[in-house]
């Protein structure tokens, strides 16, 4: 399994950035793509993920109304676009993966994911 997160890098309050993540080998016909960031102080907070079906997506409180994910299924990437950016989502950005569960909403506990990719450093300056 591979996740290449991309897109990173320094932008100041009110920008916008778009991060990509390439993604292979998913060992399931059915998965749920993420991100999760993680602060400098070492917190990892669930951003926004959306199913391979694109039949839904989920958002963090945080981000609503400034960041949209979306999935491109004949490309296996997945993007975030972000908007209005405030200094507090200065963060690295991982993408993740797991195998989707119907049945389930989509997760935002970051110990439901299995895969992650290498994290691309996201810093906003006020």
């Known amino acids: 399994v591979q996740l290449q997160a991309s897109g990173g890098g320094l932008v100041q309050a009110g920008g916008s950035l778009r991060l990509s993540c390439a993604y292979s080998?998913?060992?399931?016909?059915?998965?749920?793509m993420g991100w999760i960031r993680q602060t400098a102080g070492n917190e990892r907070e669930f951003v926004a993920a959306i199913r391979r079906s694109r039949t839904g997506t989920r958002t963090a409180d945080s981000v609503k109304g400034r960041f949209t994910i979306a999935n491109d299924n004949a490309k296996n990437t997945m993007y975030l676009q972000m908007d209005s950016l405030k200094a507090e989502d200065t963060a690295v950005y991982y993408c993740?993966?797991?195998?989707?569960?119907?049945?389930?909403?989509?997760?935002?506990?970051?110990?439901?994911?299995?895969?992650w990719g290498q994290g691309t450093q996201v810093t906003v300056s006020s």
């Open positions: 993740t993966a797991r195998r989707e569960n119907t049945m389930r909403p989509i997760p935002t506990d970051i110990d439901d994911w299995s895969y």
């Open positions: 080998g998913l060992p399931w016909p059915n998965y749920i």
